[in-house]
């Protein structure tokens, strides 16, 4: 499962994303030429590679994307998809299934609703779920420039909500008990973190601020936690802590500093948390049921998105336009490497 990750760069990078269907890992991206691709492992090392934006308009390039898997296994997906001429739209499904064969999924992108509410002419430049929580409305934040907005993606018309944001490091949308957002300001060995709701019709209005920060704080992630609606918030700056559903006293995982932190997933009661470094390699962190969190293992050489499929980890990554796909086992050892797709 992917999860929402707030540092500096984020939206630079060529959309990807790697999701599950049931034992199997399945692909989305945008490639070179701005289209949006879906590859499905169909066994025995063979791969399907379908156009979706041949669902979308005539002349259609995605700008920037974003999909997340719920705990149901259906998909959420954003698309900021522009014309010829330019003019962009910005297109929203939830509940979407992920088992579906080229015809479904070319029948789902042609659906897929424009949601109104954006000022005509606006250029979205970066699109994020929050995590996506059951029982919790599945929210989306557009970025546009110096502009923001935020929805509940799965309300019918998809209503649209300007958010002015005070200057800050990173920013995330997501629920804690009820729909917030997260803002990180990095002031050194002072940094802050707070949670705030955006609205409550019974007028419960409570500010949340994460203490104990580590110094020099520039990655926080947000990952599915054990209560339901509170999300655990990993964060990394000298070393890298926790504060498991709340915002008590953070527990310590790791101490490494300057950590990009990517990505956590639990698996058979077991955490998992990976994170490149400055050269762009991918670590992990293990946590065993009940144990504590081992040192840090090296899992790729360079950036890669993660899901877990089965009883594997998938890795993929983009490398001289070249997509290719890892398998490791939980407990990081290499089991199989697959190109994908040599066109990326």
Avoid at 213 to 220: A, C, G
Avoid at 237 to 250: D, F, K, L
Wanted: aromatic content about 8%; proline content about 8%; hydrophobic content about 45%.
């Amino acid at each position: 499962m992917v999860n929402l990750t707030l540092h500096a760069g984020m939206a630079e990078r060529r959309p990807l994303f790697i999701v599950r269907d049931r034992n199997l890992p399945v692909v989305f991206g945008v490639d070179g030429a701005g289209r949006l691709r879906l590859l499905q492992h169909m066994g025995t090392g063979a791969w399907s590679d379908t156009d979706l934006s041949a669902g979308l308009p005539d002349g259609a390039t995605v700008r920037c994307a974003d999909v997340r898997q719920a705990p149901d296994g259906t998909l959420s997906i954003a698309l900021a998809v522009c014309n010829a001429a330019g003019r962009c739209n910005l297109r929203i499904g939830t509940g979407i299934p992920v088992q579906q064969d080229e015809a479904g999924w070319l029948h789902t992108m042609r659906h897929l609703p424009v949601a109104p509410g954006l000022p005509t002419a606006t250029l979205v430049t970066h699109l994020a779920f929050g995590p996506l929580q059951a029982g919790a409305p599945p929210l989306l934040l557009v970025h546009a420039g110096a502009a923001t907005w935020y929805c509940n993606a799965a309300a019918p018309l998809h209503t649209m909500r300007p958010l002015d944001l005070p200057p800050a490091r990173a920013c995330a949308i997501g629920n804690y008990r009820q729909p917030g957002i997260w803002v990180l300001h990095a002031y050194g060995k002072g940094s802050s973190l707070r949670f705030t709701p955006l609205c409550d019709p019974f007028g419960w209005y409570v500010t949340l601020d994460y203490p104990d920060l580590p110094p020099h704080v520039d990655s926080v992630l947000l990952a599915p936690g054990a209560q339901s609606n509170v999300p655990d918030l990993y964060a990394a700056g000298e070393r890298i802590v926790v504060y498991r559903g709340g915002n008590t006293p953070p527990q310590t995982v790791a101490r490494v500093a300057g950590a990009r932190l990517l990505w956590g997933h639990v698996h058979d009661g077991a955490d998992y948390l990976a994170y490149a470094d400055a050269g762009g390699a991918l670590w992990m962190l293990v946590r065993p049921r009940r144990g504590a969190w081992q040192p840090p293992f090296r899992l790729t050489r360079r950036r890669a998105v993660l899901a877990v499929a089965g009883q594997f980890i998938h890795a993929a990554a983009i490398e001289e336009g070249r997509l290719e796909v890892q398998r490791f086992t939980m407990d990081g050892q290499l089991y199989g490497s697959e190109l994908v797709a040599a066109d990326w």
